[in-house]
């Protein structure tokens, strides 16, 4: 494990489903973000020149992180209540199939490794 998948896995509350989705939505940020500071705070993150906590914690970074949250804010703020379910619905169901995929790695894995 790497110093900072152990910190994703601490962002995520020790979720190993949650911190393995908190590195690929930090890679596509990294990707295709249209603002370049979250592309390079989350470039830094991915490659381990910053934290988590550090790039959250910055003034630099901030300022984009704060401008990206309150535009999805004002998305979630104009969904339904019907929208808002079926949006929370469709994320546990993303992080089951990861946890699912996550629990038959292991799983095999142990398989592999007994004598």
Do not use: C
Request: charged share 30%; no cysteine.
């Amino acid at each position: 494990m790497t110093n900072q998948d152990g910190e994703l896995l601490d962002a995520a509350g020790g979720d190993r489903a949650r911190a393995r989705i908190l590195g690929q939505l930090l890679q596509h940020i990294a990707r295709n973000s249209p603002d370049e500071r979250l592309r390079e705070m989350a470039s830094d993150v991915v490659d381990g020149r910053i934290s988590l906590a550090e790039a959250v914690g910055s003034a630099y970074y901030g300022e984009a992180i704060a401008k990206q949250a309150a535009g999805f804010a004002t998305w979630y703020d104009s969904l339904s209540e019907t929208e808002r379910r079926e949006q929370a619905e469709a994320g546990a169901a993303e992080i089951a199939k990861v946890r699912d995929e996550i629990d038959r790695n292991v799983s095999a894995e142990r398989r592999d490794s007994t004598p």
